[in-house]
T-cell receptor, first 113, second 109 residues
Framework: NAGVTQTPKFQVLKTGQSMTLQCAQDMNHEYMSWYRQDPGMGLRLIHYSVGAGITDQGEVPNGYNVSRSTTEDFPLRLLSAAPSQTSVYFC????????????FGDGTRLSIL | GIQVEQSPPDLILQEGANSTLRCNFSDSVNNLQWFHQNPWGQLINLFYIPSGTKQNGRLSATTVATERYSLLYISSSQTTDSGVYFCALHWGATNKLIFGTGTLLAVQP
């Protein structure tokens, strides 16, 4: 999807390892968010940000940290990975100041052994 | 919290057939999006539709906000329409996106 870049696309971790999922956007959107998608389910909101320096929790925030130091980047950190965090992670952005839809990155497929 | 239900959960069509997917929601919403998740996992925006009807080629969507439902119509289906269709609601002061559980569509040649 144009404008929202997620890296890496795939990652395998061992239990207890840490890692950061990257999300970058070039659309100057204020609103950014992270979702996880588990098999057979829709997406659930983990954390979101309405602008640089402002973050808040979504439905399933436990085990994840975020920060927003710039408008462009919104990394998601797993401090101590657990098998329950095996999922596909999506980053999304939206221009908060106009009536526009959310745009999603292509996702990061994360497996924790 | 707000509840979002999609029906049917699964649908198998022959190429060329038409279908209607439904999304019911339990509370007033700011807006509603329909997505197609293709077999590669990408989420594609189809419609952003708080009310009324929109059309894009073989697809159209209607949202009746006062009755808390939205419909997605697919006409003359093609195998490339296969995948999962999600409705998602923009809800609350920060427009959080709340997803339904999706409709899995398989279009057979």
């Amino acid at each position: 999807n144009a404008g929202v870049t997620q890296t890496p696309k795939f990652q395998v971790l061992k239990t207890g390892q840490s890692m950061t999922l990257q999300c970058a956007q070039d659309m100057n959107h204020e609103y950014m968010s992270w979702y996880r998608q588990d098999p057979g389910m829709g997406l659930r909101l983990i954390h979101y940000s309405v602008g640089a320096g402002i973050t808040d929790q979504g439905e399933v925030p436990n085990g994840y940290n975020v920060s927003r130091s710039t408008t462009e980047d919104f990394p998601l950190r797993l401090l101590s990975a657990a098998p329950s965090q095996t999922s596909v992670y999506f980053c999304a952005t939206r221009d908060s100041f106009s009536n526009q839809p959310q745009h999603f990155g292509d996702g990061t497929r994360l497996s924790i052994l | 919290g707000i509840q979002v239900e999609q029906s049917p959960p699964d649908l198998i069509l022959q190429e060329g057939a038409n279908s209607t997917l439904r999304c019911n929601f339990s509370d007033s919403v700011n807006n509603l999006q329909w997505f197609h998740q293709n077999p590669w996992g990408q989420l594609i925006n189809l419609f952003y539709i708080p009310s009324g009807t929109k059309q894009n080629g073989r697809l159209s969507a209607t949202t009746v906000a006062t009755e808390r439902y939205s419909l997605l119509y697919i006409s003359s289906s093609q195998t490339t329409d296969s995948g999962v269709y999600f409705c998602a609601l923009h809800w609350g002061a920060t427009n959080k996106l709340i997803f339904g559980t999706g409709t899995l569509l398989a279009v057979q040649p």
